[in-house]
């Protein structure tokens, strides 16, 4: 397939991938809430589920819409922030062709959390009655990483403030919004700033044919 150049070289695309339950929806609106107006948020569940009404399922119509939806944004001259479970099997042709095609900066990110502690997490949640832990079960796909150079791995200890800030920092997506504003000038107490950093780590492998 011929290239179809996307965005500018201003333009930066950060994708934030995982499991149900893992934090990807909550770490991908802070930072588009952080950055402020000029960035737009691209949410696979309101895509596929919402407008299109469709099951997450091979051929489906839903990946071809979320490419092209980042597209547009990306040539109108938005910051992108794209976000869902966009397991591999199904997704990584249209992630591969965003990434091939963005003019700008890309990082592709995936939050590495196991199934119990997403189980966890998922009693927590608002939507924790629209579907049940055998369903999590199923949708559930272990490690499902893309294997891509510089593709950045966050492990499950990692919280909220530090996954946002770690992302913005390594996809050079500036955090200039009130929001971040006000997240900076919260106090902090004073055991949290002996705790050493979570690690996290960046897979670092040859692209995939």
Same mark, same amino acid.
């Given at each position: ?5 996307? *965005? ?12 149900? *339950? ?24 309101? #895509? ?51 990434? %091939? %095609? ?20 998922? #009693? ?21 990483? #893309?294997?891509?150079? %510089? ?30 504003? #006000? ?8 055991? @949290? ?12 492998? @040859?692209?995939?044919?």
């Amino acid at each position: 397939m011929l290239a179809q150049p996307t *965005g500018s070289p201003d333009t930066i695309l950060v994708c934030v991938r995982g499991n149900s *339950g893992s934090g990807k929806s909550s770490i991908a609106r802070e930072l588009r809430r952080r950055h402020g107006r000029g960035c737009a948020l691209v949410e696979q569940d309101y #895509l596929r589920r919402i407008l299109l009404r469709e099951r997450d399922k091979p051929g489906g119509a839903a990946p071809a819409l979320i490419g092209q939806t980042v597209r547009f944004t990306l040539d109108h001259g938005y910051h992108v922030v794209l976000e869902g479970i966009m397991h591999s099997s199904r997704y990584r042709s249209m992630l591969t062709l965003l990434r %091939d %095609d963005h003019r700008g900066r890309s990082l592709f990110c995936y939050l590495d959390v196991p199934l119990a502690e997403t189980l966890r997490r998922h #009693l927590t949640r608002p939507q924790a009655d629209e579907f049940t832990a055998e369903h999590m079960s199923g949708w559930y796909a272990a490690h499902d990483v #893309l294997d891509w150079p %510089d593709e950045l791995v966050l492990p499950e200890t990692t919280g909220l403030n530090e996954a946002v800030k770690t992302i913005a920092a390594v996809a050079g997506l500036p955090q200039t919004g009130r929001d971040a504003r #006000l997240a900076c000038e919260r106090s902090v107490p004073v055991e @949290q700033l002996s705790r050493p950093p979570v690690p996290f780590r960046r897979t670092v492998r @040859q692209h995939q044919p």
